[in-house]
């Protein structure tokens, strides 16, 4: 790992390794949660194909976290029955408030998620290349899924300043707890 001399009580590489895989781990499977809950509502709109689209791609980047989480022998998040729940009614309920609310979801998310994995892939270094490789390629959907909410409306949401800095906020607050819990 790269960056400043590690202080006690700072968690080891490995023991970072292992929180990144958590956290990504628990992020993709918030996601997956996130476009159950819009696809209940927005399923069979014009708009539902497109969110269709993400959420599948969320659902390979889940399996492949799965696979690192089992080949590795990490512990998922205690929290995945808070995150089922939440991210279904937080998918749900943008979608309720229309098409440009819920693409306002997808952007805050994914505009976290840049942030996050570009800093995990910092963080790594040149250590663990084939975890890096996978959150850079990662980063790369969450970008499109980002640019294409945008593209889609997301800033003509209904109160949307306050929705994105809403959503952005729960995100960074469920990246910290599912780090350590």
Same mark, same amino acid.
């Given at each position: 790992?790269?960056?400043p001399?590690?202080?006690?009580?700072?968690?080891?590489?490995?023991e970072?390794?292992?929180r990144? /895989?958590?956290?990504?781990?628990?992020?993709e499977? $918030?996601?997956?949660?996130? %476009?159950? $809950?819009?696809?209940?509502?927005?399923?069979?709109?014009?708009?539902?194909d497109?969110?269709r689209?993400?959420?599948?791609?969320e659902?390979?980047?889940?399996?492949?976290?799965?696979?690192?989480?089992?080949?590795?022998?990490?512990?998922?998040?205690?929290?995945s029955?808070?995150?089922?729940?939440?991210?279904?009614? @937080?998918?749900?309920?943008?979608?309720?408030?229309?098409?440009?609310?819920?693409?306002?979801?997808?952007?805050? !998310?994914e505009? !976290? /998620?840049?942030?996050? %994995?570009?800093?995990?892939?910092?963080?790594?270094?040149?250590?663990?290349?084939?975890?890096?490789?996978?959150?850079e390629?990662?980063?790369q959907?969450? /970008?499109a899924h980002?640019?294409?909410a /945008?593209?889609?409306?997301?800033?003509?949401?209904?109160? %949307?300043?306050?929705?994105?800095?809403?959503?952005?906020?729960?995100?960074?607050?469920?990246?910290? @707890?599912?780090?350590?819990?």
């Amino acid at each position: 790992m790269t960056g400043p001399a590690p202080l006690p009580g700072d968690p080891t590489p490995e023991e970072q390794v292992e929180r990144m /895989i958590r956290v990504d781990h628990a992020g993709e499977f $918030g996601a997956v949660q996130i %476009y159950k $809950g819009q696809l209940a509502v927005l399923g069979r709109t014009a708009s539902g194909d497109l969110i269709r689209h993400m959420a599948e791609q969320e659902q390979r980047h889940l399996a492949r976290f799965d696979a690192l989480v089992a080949d590795r022998g990490v512990r998922p998040t205690l929290l995945s029955p808070l995150w089922s729940v939440a991210g279904f009614a @937080l998918g749900a309920a943008t979608a309720l408030m229309g098409q440009k609310a819920a693409m306002a979801c997808t952007a805050a !998310v994914e505009e !976290v /998620i840049d942030a996050h %994995y570009r800093d995990q892939a910092e963080t790594l270094g040149e250590r663990e290349p084939e975890l890096k490789t996978v959150i850079e390629e990662f980063r790369q959907d969450e /970008i499109a899924h980002h640019d294409t909410a /945008i593209a889609q409306g997301a800033e003509q949401a209904p109160a %949307y300043p306050l929705l994105s800095t809403a959503i952005k906020a729960g995100s960074r607050l469920a990246i910290w @707890l599912s780090t350590r819990l």
